[in-house]
């Protein structure tokens, strides 16, 4: 490389970086656009829309249509946030809660008020038109002509002429249809039936196709379509058209979607609310990400000296990019999605480690500079490329899969490993090469790595085997002792059994962090549970969240708003609500996980060409996932909606470390001597990538720690277990991995 395109590289990167670090500060324009205030939060951390929908009806509604609306209503809101969240609240009463907004009224609109969707027949059996155009007039007394029905609702329902309802409609979706004579575009609305729906679907539309009739879809008091049905539609599936644009079609689709609900709402009062994390999360969050990236740069430079500076220039360049990309693909940024660029952060670290270890391990046998770097990036490209895509799989099969706090962790996971595979690839390659160029050749200037002698590991693996099990047996024992006792597993937070809101209207306002240092510890000790706090915009009111209170228990916190802050106690409501994580969410959440493992699984298997070594990883995953539920049920720490992502970064995380050390006992067979045992293998690999290891894990355990020693109570929840987890990974890798893999493979040839 001439010095003249050395500088060219060294300047372009110098730019990016400063030209995406500004706007990531200031954005693109006066008010700030795309930068990084602009990212979309999500409601842990920037609060949004609270919408209270209620259950039309004298009649208290069953738990099973209950259950079944907010299930719903769950698919249906996750169109506007993927971390919108909804829930039970008291009897009769559903709760939606929508990140990143703040116009309610928007929303209200948007959503649309959930009533019954009914497919009627345009006559009953005896002919009778069940509806008709029928003149309409408005307020400023102009006449319009419009559908209407000429009969009730139950009268259609007691002699057959509803054919079908919302709760037979299993999707609804907008769409564009090539007209075959005319060869232009059209809009319409395409449908498809629930098993039950495709035979009511089927006879109505004989019914209308052998009559020449239409077939009404009424909704909430009036006609939204009356199609005319132009053939028999046996297969589920049918087609609304022509619609006279798309947003005619996608409002009609939303309409259907959302009248598929069981239950007639009506909306009861929406509100704006604030974070339950509050700002400080957010500061203090940001604070230690610059600081834990400091320390993290620092480790860099001493430990790999130029190799290190230029690692740290490419993930600078890395982190604005990610903070820029956040807000170029509308990324909702919660908690859980911290969490997936942590981990993303410590892999763009981890390729750079598993990079620099090889060009020293050739210095170390003499090579120059620049044919040690090019071996070095050679050697280590399997690894890389295999550890990255299997977590990159992962996220794939979590992001389709998973419910919204799964996709959230699963986007930026991916965002973040692609984008930490070209800064570690590309970028660092070539600021490295443009060092050569300029001429900084000398060795001094790389470190040259030292021959090890190799540790025998495999030797002390009925120690390392027996410690693990002896955890995960203490972990089993635990929660099967609190689970008789208390009747809980592990410390389960509202998030996952429910729990009591009580409302607050106080006499003035209190910021967030007033509310945390003066009520909460009060909260706290008289009803001994954790506080979730929502503030609503404009107004004194202040929702707390509890674990379950019993009557005594809500008259006791009652008397502390009334004793210490002059609440008017006929200004403080309690409401039960149920969980946010829902059956259906925690089912969806371990079908994602079990086919995520079973992808990785096969893509080890095809590119190790040996079952036992995608075994042999899966084990040590479901290792470090035991041993971190362990720590849960030990110290009790709350399982909230972090438990999955912490869970979820411990899985992408262990799968990297494992297969580091399977790609160097992979490369260590091909290149074994006659003299070398399948017991030197693996206890040379090991110890060759000891360092990796251990650097790697240190570098990520870093931007945890400071984390968790900075940040905010919820904040220390999540980052505690994960800093478990992470060492437990690191272990496990050094430790289990090989052993295992190697008992595998001795015990198997033996049967053959």
């Not at 249509?65 to 299930?71: G, K, L, Q």
């Not at 892999?347 to 620049?370: H, Y």
């Not at 992001?399 to 799964?406: E, I, K, Q, S, Y």
């Amino acid at each position: 490389m001439k010095k003249s395109k050395a500088i060219i590289i060294l300047l372009c990167a110098l730019l990016v970086l400063l030209g995406v670090g500004y706007v990531d500060l200031y954005g693109v324009d006066a008010e700030g656009t795309a930068s990084a205030s602009d990212i979309s939060l999500g409601l842990d951390l920037a609060g949004g829309v609270s919408i209270t929908y209620q259950v039309v009806g004298d009649e208290e509604p069953d738990a099973t249509d209950m259950a079944d609306t907010i299930a719903k209503l769950q698919k249906r809101v996750e169109n506007y946030s993927k971390e919108a969240i909804v829930y039970q609240e008291g009897t009769d009463r559903i709760n939606i809660e929508i990140p990143g907004v703040t116009d309610a009224n928007k929303i209200l609109e948007e959503l649309g008020r959930p009533g019954s969707l009914y497919f009627i027949a345009e006559t009953d059996k005896d002919g009778n038109a069940n509806y008709s155009m029928q003149a309409v007039t408005d307020a400023q007394g102009n006449v319009s002509y419009a559908y209407a029905l000429n009969k009730t609702i139950d009268e259609l329902k007691a002699d057959g002429s509803i054919m079908l309802e919302g709760t037979d409609v299993k999707t609804a979706t907008a769409g564009s249809i090539k007209d075959q004579t005319m060869g232009n575009s059209t809009y319409a609305v395409d449908l498809v039936m629930t098993e039950e729906g495709t035979k009511k679907f089927e006879e109505a539309t004989r019914n209308a196709y052998e009559k020449g009739e239409t077939l009404g879809i009424y909704y909430d008091g009036s006609f939204v379509s009356v199609p005319s049905v132009k053939g028999v539609f046996s297969d589920g599936n049918a087609q609304i058209s022509p619609m006279n644009s798309y947003e005619e079609a996608e409002s009609l689709a939303s309409t259907i979607r959302i009248g598929g609900l069981k239950l007639e709402l009506e909306e009861l009062h929406s509100k704006v609310v604030g974070a339950q994390l509050g700002v400080e999360a957010i500061s203090t969050s940001l604070k230690a990400a610059v600081i834990g990236f400091i320390v993290v740069a620092v480790f860099m430079i001493a430990v790999y000296f130029l190799p290190g500076f230029a690692s740290v220039i490419a993930l600078g360049i890395y982190v604005a990019l990610v903070v820029l990309l956040l807000n170029g693909f509308d990324i909702t940024l919660t908690l859980s999605g911290i969490a997936g660029i942590i981990l993303s952060i410590g892999m763009a670290v981890d390729a750079n480690v598993i990079v620099f270890a090889r060009i020293r391990e050739e210095l170390a046998t003499g090579k120059t500079v620049k044919s040690a770097m090019q071996i070095g990036y050679d050697k280590a490209l399997s690894a890389i490329i295999d550890g990255n895509v299997t977590t990159l799989i992962a996220a794939a099969v979590l992001w389709l899969l998973g419910p919204g706090t799964v996709k959230g962790f699963a986007q930026t996971l991916a965002l973040g490993i692609v984008l930490s595979m070209f800064t570690a690839l590309v970028v660092t390659k070539y600021i490295m090469k443009a060092f050569y160029a300029l001429g900084l050749k000398d060795t001094k200037w790389y470190g040259i790595g030292k021959e090890h002698k190799p540790i025998n590991f495999l030797g002390k693996k009925g120690i390392f085997f027996g410690l693990s099990l002896a955890v995960i047996l203490v972990g089993f024992i635990t929660m099967g002792v609190y689970k008789v006792n208390s009747g809980d597993a592990l410390n389960y937070s509202l998030e996952f059994k429910g729990g009591t809101a009580t409302t607050v209207t106080f006499n003035e306002s209190y910021t967030l962090d007033e509310i945390n240092s003066q009520m909460v510890p009060l909260i706290e000790s008289t009803t001994g549970s954790a506080v979730q706090i929502q503030t609503v915009q404009g107004s004194n009111e202040v929702i707390f969240k509890t674990n379950s209170l019993d009557v005594d228990q809500r008259q006791a916190l009652n008397q502390v708003f009334v004793d210490n802050f002059g609440v008017d106690e006929s200004l403080i409501t309690s409401e039960t609500i149920s969980s946010t994580i829902s059956n259906e969410m925690k089912s969806d959440t371990i079908l994602a996980v079990a086919v995520a493992i079973i992808c990785m699984l096969i893509y080890i298997r095809f590119r190790f060409s040996d079952i036992r070594f995608g075994v042999s990883s899966i084990a040590c995953l479901l290792h470090d996932v035991l041993v971190v539920i362990t720590f849960y049920a030990l110290a009790r720490v709350s399982v909230s909606n972090t438990f999955i992502a912490c869970l979820l970064t411990i899985v992408g995380y262990s799968i990297n470390a494992t297969i580091v050390i399977f790609d160097r006992i992979r490369e260590n067979l091909a290149e074994m001597k006659r003299k070398d045992t399948l017991e030197d293998v693996v206890n040379n690999s090991i110890t060759q990538t000891l360092t990796r290891s251990i650097f790697t894990s240190l570098t990520t355990f870093i931007m945890v720690a400071v984390l968790y020693v900075m940040g905010v109570a919820s904040v220390k929840e999540f980052a505690l277990p994960l800093m478990v987890g992470i060492a437990c990974g690191a272990y496990s890798s050094v430790c289990i991995t090989g052993p295992l893999w190697y008992v595998m493979k001795t015990k198997l040839v033996k049967k053959q």
